[in-house]
DNA sequence: CCACGGCCTGATTC
DNA sequence: AGAATCAGGCCGT
């Protein structure tokens, strides 16, 4: 299948780039689990060239990938930031996902002090534990489980899988979820300050893995995720050594409003494949020791 | 309110 | 080779 569109989709940073943990590259296309579906995704001319087994597909990859014809203007927004704007020209195409709040819920809570490639592999594990078996083509993957499913497994099977000490945390998490303590759906409606709350009380969720719930999850633009990378690469491209304020987010909010969450997402990607202060990204110098013998 | 140390785990680094 | 270091933080003190 195909679908046209003429705003910009750069794949590889979009669901490689640590939002979505689900998909892998094969060949030029991007194959990935989502809404408890396999997917295959690639650039081809004037769109996307696409297979899932799942109806209406194109209105699902549309809403996932936020091709709703917003994006141009936001970019536009972004670009009258005289030091955003050569970051938006150099990545034009990179999107801010709009995946599924409790998978999202998981990850970030797994991604606190860990790594993506590990990341990965939990995700995978949990997924293949809990998660409905499909087999809809040509090979068989697994959905990803829901809160009730991964609180059955327990701790124990939770630690197994590679969660570690956050075991506890997913563990009570899904329990809360299950139970309906926390709505994640009502928080999409929510006011973003009002999700963030909410998603505080769950245990293994802190300030970091709020915003990246209520912005790749709940669908929240003004959500501003701060880590260590974006920390950095807000003092180094706004300000002078040693004059960073304290209240990264509310930097945020105040220059890029209800764009805060794709201006993060443009700086956290350059950051990692630009390295900040122009400094190599870590990466960078094992792509190139492991090409030699 | 804020600073600080510890932490599963496993890939990478030294 | 075997020991540190580090990773898109969070929690408890």
Redesign the pocket.
Known sequence: MHVATDEPVLLAPTLL???SFRFRAIGDAFAGVVEGDLWTLATAPGGLAWTSARRRGRARLARYLGLDGSYPAALERLSQDPVLAPVVARHAGLRVLRQEPWETLVA??T?????????E?ILARLAEAAGEPRDDGEVPYHAFPDADAVARLGERRL??L??????P?VRATARAVARGDCDLEALREASCGEAREAL?A???????????VA??GLGHGEAF??????ARAVADRFFEAGEAP?DLKAFALARWGSDAGLA??FL??AA?VEGAHGRRA??A??LA??AAP
């Open positions: 780039g640590g939002q970030f809570v991604s606190a002090n860990n790594h993506v490639p590990r990341i592999g630690v197994s590679g969660f570690g000490y956050r075991a945390y505080l769950l245990p293994g969720v802190g300030p970091k893995v709020a915003d990246c912005l790749f995720p701060v880590d260590r990378w974006i304290r993060q997402q956290f990607h990692r870590p990466g110098s094992r020791s492991s």
